[in-house]
């Protein structure tokens, strides 16, 4: 199995202030899928996200990437592997202002021993004629195709999607939908998303429902729709 959930449970806080975000999740993921992890606000999907993402830690239980253990590693393997097996992209694009949009993807290139090439993939985005410009020069899906960009130059095995489409328009929204779909294809990289929106699971190989820390369902989609027709 390419990723392994096993276990995972975390808290914050202590005595009466104590609150249990994640009570023992268990997941598999298989290369290449497209997973959506659907959930209201308060059902850990986000912690799990960064749980996945070496950004966060786990009280108990490991996740594991080609037979890779998190709770194995030191600070510094946690930095390789992050490097190596990851890239994110968030609702904030978190551009560096100063640098072009040429110059913001390749900073993810920086990260990584196999980049892909970034003239391919601005093209690949539909940015490529706005790749000298400045991150406030362009519109909000611009620069969250730009994120995207900066996330899979490095062509990491996982994208985490932490709802990348939350500050977007709805036309804006499904063009990001259809990149990350498209990327999925191109690259075949795993994609790992959480959002609130339910029609986004249409698009999904996979639908994990948490709620109150666990997993209420986990599903193969056998209804699969292309996100360029997804309505909400």
């Not at 914050?12 to 997941?27: A, M, P």
């Not at 730009?146 to 095995?157: E, H, Q, T």
Request: with cysteine; proline share 3%; aromatic share 6%.
């Amino acid at each position: 199995m390419f990723l392994e959930i096993r276990g995972i449970k975390k808290h914050y806080g202590e005595g009466e202030s104590r609150i249990d975000v994640l009570n023992g999740i268990d997941l598999d993921v298989e290369r290449g899928e497209i997973v959506v992890l659907l959930g209201p606000s308060g059902s850990g999907k986000s912690t799990l996200l960064n749980i996945i993402g070496g950004i966060d830690s786990a009280d108990e239980g490991y996740i594991s990437i080609d037979g890779e253990k998190t709770a194995d590693m030191d600070e510094k393997r946690l930095t390789q592997y992050r490097r190596k097996h990851l890239g994110y992209v968030f609702q904030q694009y978190n551009l560096i202002p100063n640098l072009n949009i040429k110059e913001n993807v390749e900073v993810g290139g920086y990260l990584s021993d196999k980049p892909l090439v970034c003239d391919d993939i601005l093209k690949t985005l539909g940015i490529y004629e706005q790749r000298h410009k400045l991150p406030n020069q362009l519109s909000g899906g611009q620069q969250q195709r730009a994120a995207i960009g900066r996330a899979i130059i490095k062509n990491p095995d996982i994208l985490l999607c932490d709802e990348p489409t939350g500050a977007l328009d709805y036309k804006t929204s499904k063009e990001i939908l259809k990149l990350i779909e498209d990327v999925n294809k191109k690259y075949g990289n795993t994609v790992i998303m959480v959002t609130h929106n339910d029609a986004i699971k249409n698009m999904a190989d996979r639908v994990i429902k948490l709620r109150d820390g666990a997993v209420r369902s986990n599903k193969v989609n056998e209804s699969k729709i292309p996100a360029a027709e997804l309505e909400w």
